[in-house]
């Protein structure tokens, strides 16, 4: 929505005028892909059976689902800058910092304040907010945690944190996926992704495939891709953080 409607005052009895509504509409175009290629020579696949066909094939699906993570992660040029803004305070700034035991818990609450100042709580309580870490971040987070107040260290050193877990009001997450440099935080489902369902999730087996020199190779090629793209709209630029780190 490109206009936000005036809240104005009212006096009972007395006419008013409607503001107008508009639309900007914001395309995402799908124009790049990822593909893995895998050949597997017959006496290979004779010998460890359909198996190793199948092994390979999904290997390859997880390879894509990564590469899908990463390019996610290298996107950080669409968000808000968040780093030093000077004597060691966090905000809205490029200037890199290093995540440490000491300012990781500030480097919660002012991705929670940029979010306030943004005026996106409402959509913030509706999605939640997240914090994608390093593993090395990870770590002083789950030590910070498992540091302060009885419940949160009993629950944490109980359940564990493998994947994630929710602290501070903010679900964290793990990647080692990172472009160097940069974290990614903000409010959950606003980074938009698209993805070409036609071609998304198939398996191509080519039966004597050729080869890079001309002719054809003995064996079976596995293919696979992706086509897609991220979108951060314009509403969602300023409640997307790129952390800029040491």
Known sequence: MSTTPATVALTRGTAVSFDDFAL?????????????????????????????????????????????????????????????????????????????????DDLIRGIKREIRVANGWSLASQKGIFVIWRPADFELLEAYVQANGFTEADKALKEGTLEGFRYMGVDHYVSNDHTANHLFAGIKKMFILGICRTTWGKLHVIQNPPGSSGGILSGIGLHTRSDSAFLSTNTADALLYDINVN
Request: hydrophobic share 40%; charged share 15%; aromatic share 6%.
């Open 24 to 104: 900007t509409n914001e395309a995402l175009t799908i124009s790049t892909g990822r593909q893995h290629n895998l050949f597997i020579d017959h006496a290979d696949l004779a010998q460890a059976d359909f198996k190793l066909q199948m092994d390979l094939a999904d290997r390859q699906g997880q390879l894509i689902n990564e590469r899908i993570e990463v390019d996610m992660l290298a996107s950080h040029a669409s968000w808000t800058n968040f780093g030093d803004t000077g004597g060691g305070a966090l905000g809205l700034a490029s200037t890199l910092f290093t995540v440490s035991a000491t300012n990781i």
